[in-house]
Structure formats: structure tokens, C-alpha cells
């Protein structure tokens, strides 16, 4: 499956926003994808997964339930939504798939197998 992320921009502290991954592909619907993200000079972290069906949900503790994930299998569609944006959360989000190991095992960078581009968040304070 082939990922694409957008919906990236500048916002100011405490505005919310909408990313989108785009799932080319009709396996979309039967992988797990999760949202990471990579602020500058740090390690790409992991944000939040949504199992294939879409009724299970992972996210990161440290970020205190301000982002939800969510997709759309009938559009190959997935989503952050992400509220109260803090200037650090400024980073390049990117969208994965097809994770090779259990839903609830599915946080790590080599988890998923296929990877978006990224697209880049900067919250302004």
C-alpha cells in the first residue's frame, strides 16, 4: 500500500488541525496504520495506531488525549485530528501502514512496513 500525508501547516498554540493519509491500494482496509511524527533533531516518535477494522485505538500517553485517530476504509482514508496544538508539537507527521506484528504491539518505526512522505506541522506560540 502506498501512503500520502497532507493537510500540514502553520498554526498558532491552540489551534486544531486535520492531517489525512491517502491509501492508494485495495489492502488499506485489512492493515493496522498508525501516525508518527519527527520534530527537528529528534527521533521520529510514535503518536497514535488504529487497528484495520477501526475499533481499536492506540495512543501516545504524552500527549494527554489532545489527537485522535480515525479512518475511513470505504475512502482508503486516515486521520489525526489534533486539538490544543502546542509549539511542540511542531514536527513532520507521517503516516504508516501494514504493521507485522500484533495491533497492540504496533509502535515502533519498524513495525509498519510501508510509510508516507510527511507532512510538516509548525505551531506558532
Known amino acids: 500500500v502506498q501512503l500520502q500525508a497532507s493537510g500540514g501547516g502553520l498554526v498558532q498554540a491552540g489551534d486544531s488541525l486535520r492531517l489525512s493519509c491517502t491509501a492508494s491500494?485495495?489492502?488499506?482496509?485489512?492493515?493496522?496504520m498508525g501516525w508518527f511524527r519527527q520534530a527537528p533533531g529528534k527521533e521520529r516518535e510514535f503518536v497514535a495506531a488504529i487497528n484495520y477494522k477501526g475499533d481499536r485505538i492506540r495512543n501516545s500517553a504524552s500527549l494527554k488525549g489532545r489527537f485522535t485517530i480515525s479512518r475511513n476504509n470505504a475512502n482508503n482514508m486516515g486521520y489525526l485530528q489534533m486539538f490544543t496544538l502546542e509549539p511542540e508539537d511542531t514536527a513532520v507527521y507521517y503516516c504508516?501502514?501494514?504493521?507485522?506484528?500484533?495491533?497492540?504491539?504496533?509502535?515502533?518505526?519498524?513495525?509498519?512496513?510501508?510509510w508516507g512522505q510527511g507532512t510538516q506541522v509548525t505551531v506558532s506560540s
Open positions: 491500494g485495495r489492502a488499506f482496509s485489512s492493515y493496522d
Open positions: 504508516a501502514a501494514n504493521c507485522n506484528l500484533a495491533f497492540t504491539s504496533c509502535r515502533e518505526i519498524g513495525d509498519f512496513r510501508s
